[in-house]
C-alpha cells in the first residue's frame, strides 16, 4: 500500500459496494472517481480487482479479509456510518489498508432518536397514538402508564453517541450510571466495570457501543433478569448486542417492563413475534435518519478518499488504522 499518487492515477478506481446517498456520495465520487459496482459486483470484482484503489461502502456487506486479499491494491475503506461492525478492520490493519468511519456528525441526531424512543417506550406514545386511531378513547380513556420519573438510567457505552445521550438525561434530571470496559475520565457517573451489576442497580438501560463479536449478546438473559420487572431496554447500537430470543422471551413473560429497539440482528426482518407485543416500539433503524444528518456523513464519505488520494491522508480514520502510522 502506498500513499503516493501516481500521475496517470488522476482517477483512481473506487468500488461501490451498495448505494449510499445517491445525491451527496455517488455523484461527488463520480466527479473525482471511475466508480465501479454497485451493479454486478462479482463481474467487476473479476474483471477489475488489480485496479480497484479505494471502496465505500454502507452497512450489510460484509467487507472482510476474503474480499480484500481479491483487491490487491486497496489502500482506504470507507465506510459510512460510524459503526464499522461489517468492515473486519483488524484485517485491514493487517494489510495496510486505511478504514474510515463517520464519527460525531450524527452525535446530537442519534442522541435525540435515543431519547425520543425512550421517552416513547416510557410513556407509550405509539400505543396511544393507535388507541385514538382505533377509535379506543371514545370507549374510555388511555390506561395510567409507567413514568420516567423515578428512574435511574444505566448508558452502555460512554463514548462520542453516550455523552450526547447522557446529557439529555441528565437535563431531564435522572440519575446516571455507565457501563464500558475502561472508566471515561471526563465523566463524573458511576462506572461498573460488570454490566450486570449496572443493571441490577438501575431500571433502565440505554445501549450506544459497537457491534461485532466483542459485544455481541452482551445483553444476555441474565443481564436482562437483573434489570427487573420494571426495567425498559434501550438498544440504539446494533441489533447483534442483544440476545434477540431472550429479549423476545423477557418481554414475553414480562420480566422487564418494555423495550425500544431501533436496531435488530437481521435487519430488515425483524422477527414477527416482536409485532404481538404491546410492550416494544419498532423503529427501522433512524438513529441518523434525517436529511441533514445523513448529508454530513456522506460529505465524510467522500471527504476522506478525496483527502487520500490527494496524499493528505484520512480525515477519520478508525481507531484499528490509526493515521499518521503509530
Ligand atoms: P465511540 O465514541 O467509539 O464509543 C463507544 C463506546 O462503547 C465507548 O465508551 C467504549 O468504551 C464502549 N465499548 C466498546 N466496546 C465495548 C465493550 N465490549 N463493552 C462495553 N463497552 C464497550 O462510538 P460512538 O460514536 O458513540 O458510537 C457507538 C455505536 O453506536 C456505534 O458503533 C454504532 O454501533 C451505534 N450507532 C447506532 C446508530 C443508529 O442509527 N441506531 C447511529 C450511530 C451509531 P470502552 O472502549 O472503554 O469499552
Ligand atoms: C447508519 C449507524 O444508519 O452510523 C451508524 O453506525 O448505525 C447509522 O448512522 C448506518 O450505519 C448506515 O448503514
Redesign the pocket.
Known sequence: MSSSLPASAARPKLLLTGAIMEGVVERQLAERFTVLGPDGLDAVIAAEAGEIRGLAT??KLKVDGALMDRLPKLEIISN????YDTVDAAAAAQRGIIVTN?PDV?NEE?ADLALGLLLATVREIPQADRFVRAGGWIKGPFPLGATLRDRKVGIVGMGRIGKAIAKRIEAFGLPIAYHTRRPQPDVAFTHYPDLIALARDVDTLVLILPGGAATRNLVNAEVLEALGPRGILINVARGTVVDEPALLKALQDRTILAAGLDVFVDEPRVPEAFFALDNVVLLP?V???THHTRNA?GQLVVDNLVSWFAGKGPVTPVGETPWPKG
Open positions: 454502507k452497512g459510512f456510518g460510524v459503526g463517520t450524527l442519534v433503524h438513529g441518523s435518519a456523513m
